[in-house]
């Protein structure tokens, strides 16, 4: 089975700019999650969706972070605008459903870098 | 609250077991993970243990869990250079029917031929 996409693998912007991350979860995958990983941390959830609704965002700064996940199947990320902290990589990973026991499976991530 | 901390760094002979420690502090974890991170890439799951469980053993891993003393333990026998990576424990909380998953730091495994 295909993995979960994301896209791009990198991005360089300025502060302040805007920037937004793509991801496509495996077929069938009904929960999503995006997750920071700041370099030397271990991942951080930023937000989880069941389906095409948020369950959820309590660790996504909101006043510059957004999410959505139209249709249920595809989810973008955005940050506007950005800061130099939010340099990071941003994992996208989905599971069967929001009580994963059989793990989470994580996309290869964005690498942010905000200069 | 929820904190699970690891060693940031191992080094290991090739050859010898790596035996990688993590520490967790919510007592009603559900299940513990162990994932691999490889340079550039994502998480990939390596195993899992149910908290009524005290051992796993799939091929070259073997997982012990210490409830009582919140520790989890991943043994990788014959290590390899292959083996090389980032190694994260996360523990898991369902929290209103959502599983919710802290991650460790992570521990560098770097195989020494």
């Known amino acids: 089975e295909a993995g979960v996409a994301q896209s791009p693998r990198y991005k360089i912007i300025e502060k302040r700019q805007s920037v937004a991350f793509w991801c496509n979860p495996i077929?069938?995958?009904?929960?999503l999650y995006w997750y920071q990983q700041i370099l030397g941390q271990g991942p951080k959830l930023l937000i989880q969706?069941?389906?095409?609704?948020?369950?959820?965002d309590s660790q996504l700064p909101k006043d510059r972070f957004s999410a959505e996940r139209l249709k249920g199947v595809d989810s973008t990320l955005k940050i506007q605008p950005a800061k130099l902290e939010d340099s990071a990589v941003y994992l996208c990973a989905s599971s069967l459903d929001r009580q994963g026991y059989y793990g989470y499976t994580f996309g290869s991530g964005t690498r942010l870098t905000v200069v | 609250g929820e904190d699970v901390e690891q060693s940031l760094f191992l080094s290991v002979r090739e050859g010898d077991s790596s035996v990688i420690n993590c520490t967790y502090t919510?007592?009603?974890?559900?299940?513990l993970y162990w994932y691999k991170q490889e340079p550039g890439a994502g998480l990939q799951l390596l195993t899992y243990i149910f908290s009524n469980m005290d051992m796993k053993q799939d091929q070259r891993l073997t997982v012990l869990l210490n409830k009582k003393d919140k520790h989890l333990s991943l043994r990788i026998a014959d290590t390899q250079t292959g083996d090389s990576a980032i190694y994260f424990c996360a523990e898991s909380i369902i929290d209103f029917g959502n599983e919710k998953l802290t991650f460790g730091t992570g521990t560098r495994l770097t195989i020494i031929p």
């Open positions: 969706f069941q389906n095409n609704g948020v369950v959820d």
């Open positions: 077929s069938g995958h009904a929960t």
């Open positions: 919510d007592s009603s974890s559900t299940y």
